[in-house]
């Protein structure tokens, strides 16, 4: 199985600053890497795939990268509505496994 | 506008059978996979398992024991069941889409979730 590490735990930045998210494959995943957003008492919401392809209806200020197993989501510019935590998932095997989340607050 | 609308018991007893139900609306359910997840309280989110519209399920090898899932095409309709629960089974259940292309394994659309509560 892909273990998906992801960091920081808990990220505290101002708004209007950037954020600058890490997710880390135990292997190479190529890029077939998503990234999800998740508010409390919300499904998640697909934001990028292919590790760097923005989902339809994605504000440009979300920007993925990477590829193998080093991947990073950057917010160019948190708006108030980006706090939330967030979740990589890697699908290059059947298993289709989730990182632990990254949590964006606000500082 | 595609949607998922989910709906099933949401508290059960230790060995019970988990039952849930995901009905799409406002697109083709053909050309799709069709998928459970779930997410246990304050805690990452995990795959079930799927199936596409002519009946075909790829499963999670490390739930596949306990799982199935079905289709009933004419009301646009997959389910979930999920036998012998325990605690460790308590989660909010999601269903969700994801493309039918090869490697496409990403969830573009998810219903509201329901939350299941194991408890004795």
């Known amino acids: 199985e892909t273990v998906m590490t992801q960091s920081p735990a808990t990220l505290s930045v101002s708004p209007g600053e950037r954020a600058t998210l890490s997710c880390r494959a135990s292997?190479?995943?190529?890029?077939?890497l998503a990234w999800y957003q998740q508010k409390p008492g919300q499904a998640p919401r697909l934001l990028i795939y292919?590790?760097?392809t923005r989902a339809t209806g994605i504000p440009a200020r979300f920007s993925g990268s990477g590829s193998g197993t080093e991947f990073t989501l950057t917010i160019s510019s948190l708006q108030s509505e980006d706090f939330a935590v967030y979740y990589c998932q890697q699908y290059n095997n059947w298993s289709r496994t989730f990182g632990q989340g990254t949590k964006v607050e606000i500082k | 506008q595609v949607q998922l609308q989910q709906w099933g018991a949401g508290l059960l007893k230790p060995s019970e059978t988990l039952s849930l139900t995901c009905a799409v609306y406002g697109g083709s359910f053909s050309g799709y996979y069709w998928s459970w997840i779930r997410q246990p309280p304050g805690k990452g989110l995990e795959w079930i398992g799927e199936i596409n519209h002519s009946g075909s399920t790829n499963y999670n090898p490390s739930l596949k024991s306990r799982v199935t899932i079905s289709l009933d095409t004419s009301r646009n309709q997959f389910s979930l069941k999920f036998t012998s629960v325990t605690a460790a089974d308590t989660a909010v259940y999601y269903c969700?889409?994801?493309?039918?292309?090869?490697?496409?394994?990403?969830?573009?659309?998810w219903g509201q979730g329901t939350l299941v509560t194991v408890s004795s």
């Open positions: 292919g590790a760097s």
């Open positions: 969700a889409r994801r493309p039918g292309a090869a490697r496409q394994w990403y969830f573009d659309y």
């Open positions: 292997q190479s995943i190529s890029s077939n």
